[in-house]
């Protein structure tokens, strides 16, 4: 399975933009890249997919590189309740396998 | 709320028992995945179920196993249970079988203690 590469943490002051790299150069051509996040108490909670152009929804943009070999999940104003670990995650065909993600911290 | 319901919320039994795990997939979805998530193993896929057949294997033991019935509820059986067990399984969804390009819809787990 094609594994993805995060950062245990990370830190972002509310109502500032957040960024969340991850690396992920073994992806294959047919890998979509997910993010979910997970808030406390709470199970996964889709946040956007892409493939190959960047995408956007009213959660958050995806941004992916030419390559395919990275990406990065763009959280436009960050809030309280963005507050959670977010996975970046490669799926294909049958499943999506989990790492372990970054957790993120909002500091008010 | 993402409209898959698991019951119970907590299950708390003792070494070598055995439990059952109950999951309703969102209105429409055929798919139904099983997760186990531990503090040091994070989440796990288990099993993959699509309109009744057995889809997809991840790291499911021999002492688990699942069904989806023909309302497309899924059960996750736990037999003979050990401590290591104790952990957070979480059931989602998905209205195709191919979750790599979809998305899943996950339920609020139900938390399982071995004691």
């Known amino acids: 399975d094609a594994k993805t590469t995060q950062p245990n943490s990370m830190e972002s002051n509310e109502e500032e933009p957040v960024h969340l790299p991850c690396n992920h150069s073994?992806?294959?051509?047919?890998?979509?890249i997910h993010w979910y996040r997970q808030l406390p108490s709470q199970g996964p909670e889709y946040v956007i997919h892409?493939?190959?152009s960047n995408v956007n929804n009213r959660m958050a943009s995806l941004a992916i590189a030419e390559d395919r070999k990275s990406s990065t999940l763009i959280l436009h104003r960050a809030t309280l309740r963005d507050a959670a670990v977010y996975y970046c995650?490669?799926?294909?065909?049958?499943?999506?396998?989990f790492g372990k993600g970054t957790r993120l911290h909002i500091l008010p | 709320d993402s409209g898959v319901t698991q019951t119970p919320k907590h299950l708390i039994t003792a070494t070598g028992q055995r439990v059952t795990l109950r999951c309703s997939p969102r209105?429409?979805?055929?798919?139904v995945y099983w997760y186990q998530q531990s503090l040091d193993q994070g989440l796990q896929f288990l099993i993959q179920?699509?309109?009744?057949?057995?889809?997809a294997k991840g790291n499911i033991l021999e002492r688990f196993s699942a069904q989806q019935f023909p309302d497309l509820h899924s059960e996750l059986n736990l037999s003979s249970l050990e401590l290591g067990d104790s952990a957070l399984y979480f059931c989602?969804?998905?209205?195709?079988?191919?979750?790599?390009?979809?998305?899943?819809?996950f339920g609020p787990g139900t938390r399982l203690t071995v004691l």
């Open positions: 209105s429409g979805d055929l798919s």
């Open positions: 892409g493939l190959t």
């Open positions: 179920y699509y309109n009744g057949e057995e889809r």
């Open positions: 989602a969804s998905s209205v195709v079988w191919a979750s790599g390009y979809n998305e899943q819809f």
């Open positions: 995650i490669l799926g294909s065909d049958d499943k999506i396998i």
């Open positions: 073994t992806i294959s051509g047919t890998d979509y």
